[in-house]
């Protein structure tokens, strides 16, 4: 017997490997109908905003006259000239120091 839109779901009990050396071979499971949530689910969530297109993200006039961007596109042109060896020794003495300050703390 199919019921529509429901989950089966075997009860489990409280010791079930106590109760499984004590249960009669002939003994059957019973099974528990659960109905199914009503909430939205992530798809059906998504799928309303299809289509809709993010306007670009435009970046603040403050930040504009203060020249953020002028000084990261500066950062970024120092570290095109760096070579890949000096920008992997980076990353190596950046995890040297991580490794050593968690060391630190559980002494």
Do not use: C
């Not at 779901?9 to 002939?26: H, I, T, Y």
């Not at 020249?67 to 980076?90: H, S, V």
């Amino acid at each position: 017997m199919e019921v529509p839109q429901a989950i089966k779901k075997v009860l489990v009990f409280k010791g079930e490997r106590a109760q499984m050396l004590s249960v009669n071979p002939d003994a059957v499971t019973q099974l528990v109908i659960v109905w199914e949530e009503k909430g939205l689910s992530r798809d059906s969530y998504n799928q309303d905003k299809q289509g809709i297109e993010k306007p670009a993200w435009k970046q603040p006039d403050f930040i504009k006259r203060i020249g953020i961007m002028k000084m990261g596109q500066t950062l970024r042109e120092r570290d095109d000239q760096k070579t890949t060896k000096a920008k992997m020794w980076k990353r190596v003495r950046q995890v040297e120091k991580e490794t050593h300050r968690l060391s630190k703390t559980w002494e």
